[in-house]
């Protein structure tokens, strides 16, 4: 990506021209695309690192709603995710030729927003409202909450109150549904760390849907 780095894909700028811009030119950006859309991430990035723009679009085009969601969750916050998703995104292309392929792409782009989103929290530091004591359910088995609709939101917002490294883990092992070695991985963390990681954070959960903390 040879002298690239102050371009941005075309996915990741929205400028006044393009939100006028009629039926045939999307059809003519969307036909661009399609040629990318059956190579696989190894091969699109590939393309990048040689200096091309569009391949990078269709890597945003698969990936942007997991890494919104993502973000989401750490942040409990729209404005703040989609921020912290664009970060990802314009980082992770500035810093294409770093990638060497031992990891998925995906994996990498979730350890760079997992990053991006636990620096914005240290920089915020928000302060929160206690977490409301939950007594009408009978559970306090904080995975089995997550699993029903009605206290999804609460057990989220409760995740929020973790210390960082149990809110990734927990947030990547059981809202993302991802593996201990997928997590691993993307926290560069041994998979007992992992582990343990996710158990404290389990325990803390528990603790807050019971009112003890």
Not at 40 to 68: M, S
Not at 97 to 103: E, L, P, R, T, V
Not at 137 to 153: A, L, N, Y
Request: charged share 30%; hydrophobic share 35%; glycine share 4%.
């Amino acid at each position: 990506m040879n002298g690239n780095n102050n371009r941005k894909p075309a996915a990741l700028k929205v400028t006044k021209q393009d939100s006028n811009e009629g039926s045939n030119g999307v059809n003519e950006f969307t036909a661009h695309l399609s040629k990318y859309r059956d190579l696989k991430d190894h091969e699109l990035v590939k393309l990048v690192k040689a200096g091309e723009l569009a391949p990078y679009d269709e890597l945003v085009r698969r990936h942007q709603i997991k890494i919104h969601d993502l973000c989401y969750k750490m942040l409990r916050n729209y404005d703040d995710a989609r921020d912290m998703a664009q970060e990802t995104f314009l980082k992770a292309y500035r810093k294409i030729n770093k990638f060497k392929g031992k990891a998925k792409f995906s994996t990498w782009l979730y350890r760079i927003a997992v990053n991006n989103c636990l620096n914005y929290i240290k920089k915020q530091r928000p302060t929160e409202e206690l977490f409301e004591e939950i007594t009408s359910t009978g559970k306090d088995d904080p995975v089995q909450i997550f699993k029903g609709k009605r206290f999804r939101e609460k057990i989220t917002a409760a995740v929020a109150k973790l210390p960082e490294v149990q809110k990734a883990v927990f947030t990547l092992r059981t809202l993302e549904d991802l593996s201990y070695q997928e997590v691993s991985d993307i926290l560069k963390k041994p998979v007992s760390t992992v582990k343990v990681n996710h158990h404290l954070a389990v325990k803390n959960l528990r603790n807050y849907l019971k009112g003890k903390v």
